[in-house]
């Protein structure tokens, strides 16, 4: 009966370690740069950028929301998970049509460690300077 109990509690005590186990398994963002400065661009410029990252931790990574500081900047998602060692990728845009120094903050939502993850990207916009003939 003894070896009966001990054999029980075995197997609880495995159950019990592999569910924390679990539990504890989640992804970690890793980004190459948290901020993206675009410098001094012209007005009227490409303002798309991409943030790239890595997941480092032991569970898929989904992003389930970004969002922008302001409506002059938007950004894309991934679509899947990110697996854990694969990259990923977040397209920005900011409207260069906007002119002056700007400075925007995306917040993402996901199922990582930072369950909400802060990325930014600054930069100046200038007039474009138009030929004249």
Do not use: W
């Amino acid at each position: 009966m003894k070896n009966v109990i001990c054999l029980l509690m075995l197997f609880m005590a495995t159950i019990l370690v592999a569910q924390e186990k679990n539990t504890n398994s989640v992804g970690v963002f890793h980004f190459e740069t948290e901020t993206l400065d675009y410098g001094k661009i012209q007005q009227n410029e490409d303002g798309y950028r991409v943030f790239n990252f890595k997941n480092i931790g032991e569970a898929p990574i989904s992003i389930s929301a970004i969002k922008s500081s302001c409506g002059c900047s938007v950004a894309e998602k991934p679509t899947k998970p990110i697996m854990p060692g694969e990259r990923g990728s977040i397209r920005v845009k900011y409207d260069t049509k906007r002119l002056g120094g700007f400075s925007k903050t995306f917040m993402i939502r996901s199922n990582a460690q930072d369950k909400l993850k802060k990325i930014r990207i600054k930069g100046i916009v200038l007039q474009s300077v138009i030929a004249q003939s």
